[in-house]
DNA sequence: GCTATGGATAGCCTAGCATCCCAATGCTA
């Protein structure tokens, strides 16, 4: 799809034009490129069908954007964004994802330092150049170089959230050829980590030749590394490489076990198959020359004598052990969940109403939907004020009413995602938050604090009578900010102690919780939420790489509190006994 | 540059914070 193209230079003119006087086109190129992202119909079909003029139905896509989609899908260039470019040759996407630098600065170390990229920029910073720079300082320079090292250690990976669904597509695509007898994807993908290095598919077919011409001649596909009739690697425009390995039908299951890992999990398998006078490699499960698994994946392990164990958890973590006595954890599906308590309406600046989001989560098969709009702090979320979110609850319980009398069995209830201030406070008064159904409360700001300091700040918060659950607890950015300092041994012990559930925020980028938190909290006692955090009717679909890493931190349903009925989950969410 | 209102023009995504330098700027949510 051309939309996403289109959407990375718009957001890329946006900053560019931020580097200039220009006070608000930036935001009308960031709306557009944010509309093309989110659109679900091909840009291209669009202007197929109706022209420039149907472009210009699209929302925050007016004449003269439209008139660059038209130049971009017949030439697959922009001029004006060319010229753009020329004027200021730098790698922006780049050297904004430095935390601390923004379009302005990466502009005036261009001018100042002829700084073009990441590596232009470390090597400025470690020479101590930008400290020199009238306006900038040596805080400035040390943080850049801190960003800049904790980018390194990502560097090369994607988010599973912009791999999944490229892998899906591409599934389905292996799956219109009749050829194809079984596909998965296997690595790190299959074990679905937050971050992915590259992508293993796993194909079980007569015609290997076949599927080894179709993979390489996807579209998309830049670069071929290798091509043969067992294994061949790509490379695609996104940077992705993506290794598809063929074999035959009897030994699918044991290359599946064996390509989805992890490394250090199937050496544990294969102690046990030693260990047994087996021996297990990526064609079968071997007793002497004779083969006795290999076809599917669960075989495989039975034969080994253990249970099954979901790729999630192949980490050698424990769960060979669990496996052994019979004892692995049910993991929580994302079948399990009945409601999402974290999402975000045009209330706060979000794109849908509460009734279209509430209509999104009857058809998911939700009893329950929680809104859960951020509060005045922030005021370039549109935070509400106690007075809006009185109105808010008015329109609510008119939907809520309209439901019940067209009995249809769902229910909106009504939180807010709160601000812990950096005193720990919060920035709604407690006579309004007690006319919530529940309260989320997050840290949004000063995310630099001492770690004593943000201990206390988190624990106060979490004291607060009417907070229920902790967002985003870590505050962590995958690829993009570390979490911040503070003593978590102390916060779950609070959240033990306050009866505050701890949130595994499902967007792709947070995932926070993360898995070895999750399993802490789980050994704790504590119960945890997945919510998807959506600020788009689309990102409701996020919740399943939440459910994902629960999955990883191996939490069962039981230990996620939305996967409770809505008469359960409200006794859950009532104000917190315990004296504190 | 887009959208809404009214047919050309106003309004939009702002406020706190860190940093650098002692008032201003740019970044971040």
Known sequence: MKNQELSKIFYEIANLLKTEEAKFRPYAYRKAALELDNLEKDVSKIYIQGGKDALEKIPGIGESIAEKIEEYLRTGKIKYYQELKKKTPIKMEELISVEGVGPRMAKILYEKLKVRNLKDLEKAAKSHKIAELPGFGEKTEKNILQSISFLKKSKGRFLLGDVLAKVEKIKEEFKRIKEVENISEAGSVRRRKET??????????????????????????????????????????????????????????????????????????????????????????????????????????????????????????????????????????????????????????????????????????????????????????????????????????????????????????????????????????????????????????????????????????????????????????????????????????????????????AHPKRLDLNERNIRIAKEMGIKMIINSDAHHISQLENMRFGVFQARRGWAEKGDIINTLSLEKLINVLKRKEVEI
Not at 298 to 305: A, I, K, T
Request: some cysteine; proline content about 3%; aromatic content about 8%.
């Open 196 to 505: 992915i290095g590259d992508v293993d598919l796993l194909i079980s077919t007569k015609n290997p030749k076949k599927i080894m011409d179709f993979f390489v001649s996807m579209p998309g596909v830049v670069k071929i590394w290798g091509k043969g009739e067992t294994k061949s690697s790509v490379r695609t425009r996104q940077g992705l490489e993506i290794d598809l390995r063929v074999v035959p039908k009897e030994s699918f299951g044991a290359a599946l076990q064996y390509f989805t890992g992890s490394k250090e999990h199937n050496i544990g398998t294969r102690k046990i198959a030693m260990s047994k006078g087996l021996k297990l490699n990526e064609y079968g499960v071997f007793k002497g020359k004779k083969m006795v698994a290999g076809k599917n994946e669960r075989e495989v392990y039975e034969s080994l004598g253990i249970q099954w164990i979901p790729p999630e958890i192949r980490e050698d973590k424990g769960e060979i052990e669990a496996s052994l006595k019979g004892k692995l954890p049910e993991l929580v599906e994302l079948e399990d969940i009945k409601g999402d308590l974290h999402s975000h309406s045009s209330w706060d600046g979000g794109t849908d109403n509460i009734i279209e989001i509430a209509k999104a989560c009857i058809d998911i098969g939700y009893q329950y939907l929680g809104i859960s709009d951020h509060t005045k702090f922030l005021r370039i979320e549109h935070g509400l004020n106690e007075k809006e979110l009185f109105q808010q609850r008015k329109e609510i319980d008119k939907l809520n009413a309209k439901f019940q009398m067209s009995n249809v069995k769902f229910k909106i209830l009504q939180g807010a995602e709160t601000n812990i201030l950096n005193d720990g406070s919060l920035d709604i008064k407690n006579e309004a938050l007690k006319k919530l159904n529940y309260v989320i409360a997050g840290v949004h700001s000063s995310f630099k604090m001492s770690r004593k300091e943000m201990t206390r700040r988190i624990i106060k918060a979490m004291k607060n009578p009417y907070v229920k659950i902790l967002a985003h607890p870590t505050g962590r950015l995958i690829k993009q900010r570390d979490e911040y300092l503070a003593d978590w041994d102390k916060i779950f012990k609070a959240a033990k102690d306050f009866g505050v559930v701890l949130e595994i925020n």
